[in-house]
């Protein structure tokens, strides 16, 4: 009896010291404010950026600035501002539609002539651009995929290409000294041409995400445009190249 008793009493200390182990919790479902994913598929997308413009500058007028003038074809690039608006249709195509600016003030003088005290004959040249354009993006890796009836799980980079039509206002101005190769003499003046010209354009670049609904954006247009010039640039008979190489950085928010 005593032997039993105490074997008791062990077994019921045992009982005491020994942790009782914690119960695994069940599996909690993701949240819906979780990062990674959407409240269904994105809709559209505005994005801001900002650029470089390349001209190409293939014309008699740019060879013309660049022999007579301080000029290189590298001094017409300029920064620029777009802005962008998407609506998507299917899963990887989209409707695209933006605006962008872009101006670019350049200082020069004549390589070759000077004024009778020696001092330059200078001018200056101003080359301002606004553009609208409208086209289609397609994505072929698509935007992300669907994990649940409202969940949608966006990808982290999504490349894309495009294509369009393009519409740019631009106005070329020269202002300042110039000089009459008739007699050489040297006269103030100020020259100008502008308009509207349409043109095809295609692009590509990336999405990357960074934040949930926010993406930094990477991209690249090549645009082909040339439009005659006004009288005031007479013998350039091939008119103004506005053809030119977009590039663009910034950020796009999918909602």
Known sequence: VLFR???????????QTMPRMARPEPPRPPREDAPDFFLGQPRAWIGLRGGLLLPRADAQLFTFLSDQLTVKPSDFRSRTFDLELGIMLTP?????????VSR????????????????AISQQTQWNQTGLNIGV???PLGHGRRVSSLGFLPRR?????????????????QTGS???FADLSIF??????????????ARGGVDIQVWRHLFVSADVRYMWLRTKLSSDFQGF?????LASVRTSTGISIKF
């Open 237 to 241: 008979a091939d008119g103004i190249d």
């Open 178 to 180: 110039f000089v009459d």
């Open 157 to 173: 980079v999504t490349p894309y290409a495009g294509a369009g039509l393009q519409a740019i206002y631009y106005s070329f101005n």
């Open 104 to 119: 670019r003030t350049i200082d020069s003088e004549y390589r070759n002539f000077v004024r009778a005290n020696r001092d």
């Open 137 to 139: 993006r397609f994505a």
């Open 92 to 100: 990887k195509l989209a409707i695209e539609g933006g605006f962008d």
């Open 188 to 201: 103030s003046d100020m020259f100008g041409a502008d308009g509207w010209t349409t043109g095809p354009y």
């Open 5 to 15: 008793s105490a074997m008791l009493g062990i077994d019921g200390g045992l009982e």
